[in-house]
Nanobody, 118 residues
Framework: QVQLVESGGGLVQAGGSLRLSCAASGRTFSMYRMGWFRQAPGKEREFVARIIWSGGSTYYADSVKGRFTISRDNAENTMYLQMNRVKPEDTAVYYC???????????WGQGTQVTVSS
């Protein structure tokens, strides 16, 4: 198993920046990929960004491409989401997600609220 703890959420003005962190513990040596998802009120959870732990390939939703950057620190077992030029529509609870090698489970953090004011 792996445990995920998000931090860094808060209130930010439109056009501003925020950095989210996700600290992983447990079976991190089996980490395959990690990602960020978000869920706005009344909407389904949606994909934001993903990073392959070994190699660092990244993938983004079209809605955040060019504004958000996903990265990871292998030594610290931590993933980040740098959010720049945020928009009110970025307001949501942001969840950290992880997949392990040879493990069918899908792991989630508890979520961190991001609110963008206009």
């Amino acid at each position: 198993q792996v445990q995920l703890v998000e931090s860094g959420g808060g209130l930010v003005q439109a056009g501003g920046s925020l950095r989210l962190s996700c600290a992983a513990s447990g079976r991190t040596f089996s980490m395959y990929r990690m990602g960020w998802f978000r869920q706005a009120p009344g909407k389904e959870r949606e994909f934001v960004a993903r990073i392959i732990w070994s190699g660092g390939s990244t993938y983004y939703a079209d809605s955040v491409k060019g504004r958000f950057t996903i990265s990871r620190d292998n030594a610290e077992n931590t993933m980040y989401l740098q959010m720049n030029r945020v928009k009110p529509e970025d307001t949501a609870v942001y969840y950290c997600n992880a997949d392990l090698l040879l493990d069918s489970m899908n792991y989630w953090g508890q979520g961190t609220q991001v609110t963008v004011s206009s």
